[in-house]
């Protein structure tokens, strides 16, 4: 008889055992994750109930917490972003995968990527010395600041605030709602396009009525991904948004965000139910971001496994 | 078909296809907008000082960060260290070992992880490590960093494993080598390369992150090189308190520093994309 640990059964034990506990990592740090958020805000949790969310008065000094004005500034924001950044995303996601030139397409395709690198904070500081002057100057000053009349468009103009905001979060998610969508577009079968060119179609044609329908849910999922990074940015927003905590149509007021709540006031909270809140606050964002993700990525899945795709 | 019909389609045609063209050339623009602002500022204050000075007392002139450069690199040295090896773990298990439900399931949790705001997973961390330990530290902010990097690795070295052809593993299945030394010798070789480019996208990821850094390491003045004894700086922290402070010279630092965080970013991005085309 052999030893057992002569043959190679107890080694591939072993490393079995050791890949299948990293494998396993990746779930208990997500569950670890939900746990931990979830224990450290429940004195916020018991003390306020679900009057955290729809409370709209957020007041440490009167130890007063309502996550809605954040909330909103949350939801607002993004919705700037994806109207702005949509449009011009799907348009060069087109271009890069539709009508450029191969020499040209590589190196887009980089420089798109590049700006998805680019660090939070390099554009939040972008954001403060350039965007915000242009902002306040050229935007809510001249041409949006005669619209005054729409609630919208009324309010003091210092350029920070949710517009500002909105824009800088705009330039964040351009590049990786591009990215996804160019992937997405170029899984559609060149059999599809070849039909509608035979048709007699214009390339535009074929676009629009060949390569979009047929990803179409791939890309509400790339849109969707978009939103989910737009939801939890932090550092860029936290910089330009300008820490204002009401609820009122006005771009130009200064707002916050969940994730600018956090990051701006987290250092500065200095008692209990303070720093619940806040991680309460992280939490409502996590359960918003997870959701969105879960449903963007069933979306994106769908069309990288469904089986008319055949990758040529 | 009319003339006018024609005519329409084809105006739309190519009306259409330079709107495209115009968004493609928009989102480049807006890069090129940015990076200019950064080159412009940030060579202008750029000096060797700031690399070899530390921080000197606000609205004082010179000073540097090398404090902060210092802290970066041994924050992000600690989650390479963390999260690299737990990546490929992960990855090696998706490709290898997983059956498909259990496989399909840390797929998707992966995915999902990835797209979890990097500030939440600061909490996580300051509830996790910082509030057990008692206090803020270079180990804290390392493993936020790897908590972030781990997702993108898993599922960046699953995919690079998975390029890897079956015949080679048969073939040295066939040998009678054993399954694990299989995957150490003759499958994690072979996508070497891949695994690598994998690495270094996740670091440049780690390397510009902020929000967690202000919970984990929470900055410092001062040099620190203890990994575990208290507050470490680091250079997006510092670019963040230096931009959003009132003096000027702390501004123009802050641009020098995001030049040189910028160019690192790319740098390692850069390096990671020619290593796969040279395949």
């Given at each position: 008889m052999r030893w057992p640990w002569r043959t190679g059964n107890t080694g591939d034990a072993i490393a079995r055992v050791i890949a299948v506990s990293l494998g396993l990592s990746v779930l208990v740090l997500a569950g670890l994750l939900i746990y931990e958020l979830i224990d450290k805000s429940w004195q916020s949790i018991s003390e306020f109930g679900l009057g955290f969310i729809t409370g709209t008065t957020w007041d440490p000094v009167a130890r007063e917490f309502g996550a809605a004005p954040a909330i909103y500034g949350t939801l607002v924001s993004s919705l700037i972003a994806l109207v702005l950044a949509v449009p011009v995303s799907l348009g060069a996601a087109i271009f890069l995968s539709e009508i450029a030139?191969?020499?040209?397409?590589?190196?887009?395709?980089?420089?798109?990527?590049?700006?998805?690198?680019?660090?939070?904070?390099?554009?939040?500081?972008?954001?403060?010395?350039?965007l915000i002057p242009w902002v306040r100057d050229f935007v809510e000053k001249s041409?949006?600041?005669?619209?005054?009349?729409?609630?919208?468009?009324?309010?003091?103009?210092?350029?920070?605030?949710?517009?500002?905001?909105?824009?800088?979060?705009?330039?964040?998610?351009?590049?990786?709602?591009?990215?996804?969508?160019?992937?997405?577009?170029?899984?559609?079968?060149?059999?599809?396009?070849?039909?509608?060119?035979?048709?007699?179609?214009?390339?535009?044609?074929?676009?629009?009525?060949?390569?979009?329908?047929?990803?179409?849910?791939?890309?509400?999922?790339?849109?969707?991904?978009?939103?989910?990074?737009?939801?939890?940015?932090?550092?860029?927003?936290?910089?330009?948004?300008?820490?204002?905590?009401?609820?009122?149509?006005?771009?130009?007021?200064?707002?916050?965000t969940a994730a600018s709540t956090v990051a701006s006031e987290f250092n500065e909270a200095s008692y209990g139910l303070y720093i619940s809140a806040l991680v309460e606050l992280a939490l409502i964002l996590l359960v918003i971001t997870l959701f969105v993700n879960i449903f963007a990525r069933l979306l994106v899945w769908r069309i990288a496994c469904s089986p008319g795709v055949i990758r040529e | 078909m009319s003339i006018s019909t024609y005519q329409r389609r084809r105006t739309t045609n190519s009306l259409m296809l330079s709107l495209c063209a115009v968004s493609a050339f928009l989102a480049v623009g807006v890069l090129v907008l940015i990076l200019g602002f950064v080159l412009a500022e940030g060579i202008s204050s750029l000096n060797i000082d700031l690399f070899t000075k530390m921080p000197v007392p606000e609205g004082e002139p010179g000073g540097g960060v090398a404090n902060s450069i210092v802290g970066s690199l041994i924050t992000i040295g600690?989650?390479?260290?963390?999260?690299?090896?737990?990546?490929?773990?992960?990855?090696?298990?998706?490709?290898?070992?997983?059956?498909?439900?259990?496989?399909?399931?840390?797929?998707?949790?992966?995915?999902?992880?990835?797209?979890?705001?990097?500030?939440?997973?600061?909490?996580?961390?300051?509830?996790?490590?910082?509030?057990?330990?008692?206090?803020?530290?270079?180990?804290?902010?390392?493993?936020?960093?790897?908590?972030?990097?781990?997702?993108?690795?898993?599922?960046?070295?699953?995919?690079?494993?998975?390029?890897?052809?079956?015949?080679?593993?048969?073939?040295?299945?066939?040998?009678?080598?054993?399954?694990?030394?299989?995957?150490?010798?003759?499958?994690?070789?072979?996508?070497?390369?891949?695994?690598?480019?994998?690495?270094?996208?996740?670091?440049?990821?780690?390397?510009?992150?902020?929000?967690?850094?202000?919970?984990?390491?929470?900055g410092n003045r001062f040099l620190s090189l203890s990994v575990t004894g208290g507050p470490i700086d680091a250079l997006p922290l510092r670019i963040y308190r230096y931009a959003t402070g009132p003096y000027s010279e702390q501004q123009q630092q802050a641009w020098a520093a995001s030049f040189v965080l910028v160019l690192t970013v790319f740098v390692i991005s850069l390096t990671a994309r020619l290593l796969l085309r040279r395949r």
């Open positions: 030139p191969p020499w040209l397409r590589n190196p887009f395709s980089f420089l798109v990527e590049m700006l998805a690198a680019l660090p939070s904070v390099v554009l939040g500081l972008w954001g403060i010395y350039v041409t949006l600041g005669h619209l005054s009349f729409i609630p919208l468009f009324s309010g003091p103009p210092f350029g920070l605030g949710m517009l500002a905001a909105g824009l800088i979060l705009s330039i964040m998610v351009l590049p990786i709602i591009t990215a996804i969508s160019r992937d997405v577009m170029l899984a559609v079968p060149t059999s599809q396009r070849e039909a509608m060119l035979a048709l007699g179609a214009t390339k535009w044609e074929v676009i629009s009525g060949a390569v979009l329908p047929y990803c179409r849910s791939g890309l509400v999922g790339a849109v969707i991904l978009g939103l989910g990074r737009a939801l939890g940015e932090t550092m860029a927003v936290t910089m330009v948004i300008g820490r204002g905590y009401n609820i009122t149509a006005s771009l130009f007021r200064p707002a916050s | 600690l989650a390479a260290v963390i999260g690299i090896p737990i990546g490929i773990g992960a990855g090696i298990f998706l490709s290898e070992y997983a059956g498909h439900r259990l496989g399909d399931v840390i797929r998707f949790t992966a995915d999902v992880l990835t797209g979890v705001p990097s500030i939440v997973i600061g909490i996580f961390v300051y509830g996790l490590v910082v509030l057990r330990m008692g206090n803020f530290s270079a180990l804290a902010a390392g493993i936020a960093l790897a908590i972030i990097m781990l997702p993108i690795m898993a599922r960046s070295s699953e995919e690079m494993l998975r390029l890897v052809p079956h015949s080679q593993r048969e073939a040295a299945l066939a040998l009678g080598i054993s399954r694990w030394r299989t995957i150490l010798s003759v499958v994690i070789p072979v996508a070497q390369r891949g695994l690598v480019t994998g690495a270094l996208l996740a670091v440049a990821r780690a390397a510009g992150e902020t929000a967690p850094l202000l919970f984990t390491a929470l």
